[in-house]
């Protein structure tokens, strides 16, 4: 009864020990790493989800003080338009052609605003007016988020491809999580891309 008792007892400081183990060698990096991909890709939406949201009072309040700048309003409106037409779950993080939509689409309208924000220069009645200066920040502020969260999504997928492509991670890919995809990342599609996106306001 005791040799039964002690063998009881041996069995489990073994399952114990196993388990850590195991544990200590990597086993859930994988899935913890996807996890910070996609809470990444998370707040990467949300930020320019936040931006999209700001241009229609943007647009508005312009309107008000440069109607006969119609191009420049129309092209920012269509940009919005595109960009938040786009959208990239976290399911699509391993589609290469769904990104680069998605990243071109944010580029252009990007670029939409820069515009926007020039001609504002030529109504100074415009740059002082309290509303658009309150959007001006809130724009500025946002586009530094967005440079912050595209950061961190880069590194959280760096991290998580790193992982499934060199030992041991690559084996427990190819053992336990071999549905789990190389996620793709944010490429260069302008010139100076290696550069945030960015609003200049003068």
């Known amino acids: 009864m005791i040799s039964t008792s002690f063998r009881g007892i041996w069995q489990v400081v073994i399952l114990v020990l196993l388990s850590s183990l195991v544990a200590g060698c990597g086993i859930n990096n994988i899935p913890r790493y996807d996890e910070q991909v996609k809470s990444a890709w998370s707040q990467v939406e949300n930020q320019y989800q936040r931006r999209a949201d700001l241009i229609p009072n943007l647009v508005e309040t312009v309107k008000g003080f440069a109607r006969q700048e119609q191009e420049t309003l129309t092209a920012v409106v269509e940009a919005r338009a595109r960009a938040t037409s786009i959208q990239v779950s976290v399911d699509d993080l391993d589609d290469p052609a769904k990104m680069q939509a998605f990243e071109q689409a944010q580029a252009q309208l990007t670029?939409?605003?820069s515009r926007l924000m020039a001609v504002?220069?030529?109504?100074p009645d415009l740059k002082s007016n309290q509303n658009f200066l309150a959007l001006q920040s809130q724009l500025e502020g946002t586009e530094n988020r967005i440079a912050v969260a595209r950061r961190d999504y880069i590194g959280a997928v760096q991290q998580y491809n790193t992982e499934i492509r060199?030992?041991?991670?690559?084996i427990w890919h190819s053992l336990m999580y071999s549905d789990m995809p190389i996620r793709e990342n944010f490429e260069a599609t302008t010139e100076n891309a290696e550069?945030?996106?960015q609003?200049?306001?003068e």
């Open 199 to 201: 609003v200049q306001f």
């Open 120 to 123: 504002s220069e030529r109504y």
């Open 111 to 113: 670029g939409a605003l």
């Open 195 to 197: 550069q945030a996106p």
């Open 166 to 170: 060199t030992f041991p991670g690559r």
